[in-house]
């Protein structure tokens, strides 16, 4: 009689647990719920680290493009003129995001560049007066020019600017400049700068060097321009 009150009560227990096979498939479907909710976890971190590299990567492209046009916009200067056609060539065909950088960090040395390219200092600028005579000792020459723009076109973009500056050379000769016998014997490189209103008119006096060895002819050039902002 204990030993059947002893079985009936353990087949009591059995019934109110879960079976054997019920056990497993609930651990499985925990275990798999774990690695659902771990892999979502992770996909969320992966979404989320590939979404800040590319933000970083886009920063970096963005730092990268705004340094190449503070560096452009530097280079637009008058001592570096000769190398401005190249450098505006360089700003015509860059990208899209590369221009908008320049144009932003410095529009009007865009706008300076454009108009040094396609616009030369000895053809559409032009003394309206120029004359130089020797000191009294003979030691160097005073020079006297007026200049202004003979390019309506061009006068009208220099409007915009606050000033405009030309460089000018001086070359001496023993003869005559429109003489068949001319021979240039010295040349001064960047002798004086003359500087323009936005009227685009200028005079100026200044003292270059002379020797009588030089000859006693001269010739005065305008060799470059740059407009100021």
Known sequence: ????????????????GFPTP????LAVTILLGIVAATMVT???????AIHRMTKEAEQTRQQATSLVASRWCDLITADNDSQIPTLYSEYATANE??????DASCPKRVEAAEIITQ???????????STCGPS???SHLRCSVTVEAN??????????????????KLEYAENLFDSAFY????????????????DCRGSLTFDAPYDPAWGRYYGLYMTSFFPNE
């Open 97 to 102: 995001a590369k221009q908008s950088a320049i």
């Open 151 to 168: 390019n309506e076109n061009l006068r009208q973009k220099l409007s915009t600017f606050s000033s405009v500056d030309i460089t000018m």
């Open 183 to 198: 021979r240039t014997l010295h040349v001064e490189e960047n002798v004086a700068t003359v500087r323009l209103s936005p």
């Open 136 to 138: 009294a000792d003979g």
């Open 42 to 48: 992770l996909a969320a971190m992966r979404s989320a």
């Open 119 to 129: 616009h030369h200092a000895d053809s559409d600028f032009k003394f309206t007066d």
């Open 22 to 25: 019920h056990r497993i498939l």
């Open 1 to 16: 009689m204990t030993t059947d009150k002893a079985a009936q009560a353990m087949g009591s227990r059995r019934a109110a």
